[in-house]
């Protein structure tokens, strides 16, 4: 009933920016919190940054400062905005929603499919 498609990932070098983005679409009445995971392949998915309906904002340690979280509400979607970027950002970057869809009075998480960020001389 919802689907949720990112863009924007690919290769970088050190120092560079890229910009991914994530589309929630489907029968949607509304969307809390709207997140960015990512994961190395053997390790934990890890959560990068979160923003609120309200536009309340969360970072990971790793990426404060570096890293902007932004969302467009009438569009359903959110942005990852990275600059600064470093070899240890290489991963797949997944987009989460927490999703009310229509005829529902409940929230439930979403996933996107994943874009692989490399960073890499």
């Known amino acids: 009933q919802v689907q949720l498609v990112e863009s924007g990932g690919g290769l970088v070098q050190p120092g560079g920016s890229l910009r991914l983005s994530c589309a929630a679409s489907?029968?949607?009445?509304?969307?809390?919190?709207m997140d960015w995971f990512r994961q190395v392949q053997g390790k934990q998915r890890e959560l990068v940054a979160s923003?609120?309906?309200?536009?309340?904002?969360y970072y990971a340690d790793s990426v404060k400062g570096r890293f902007t979280i932004s969302r467009d509400n009438a569009k359903n979607t959110v942005y990852l905005q990275m600059n600064s970027l470093k070899p240890e950002d290489t991963a797949v970057y997944y987009c989460?929603?927490?999703?009310?869809?229509?005829?529902?009075?409940?929230?439930?998480?979403?996933w996107g499919q994943g874009t692989q960020v490399t960073v890499s001389s």
């Open positions: 489907g029968r949607i009445f509304s969307i809390n919190n």
């Open positions: 923003i609120s309906s309200g536009g309340n904002t």
């Open positions: 989460n929603a927490d999703v009310r869809t229509l005829y529902s009075s409940i929230f439930n998480d979403y």
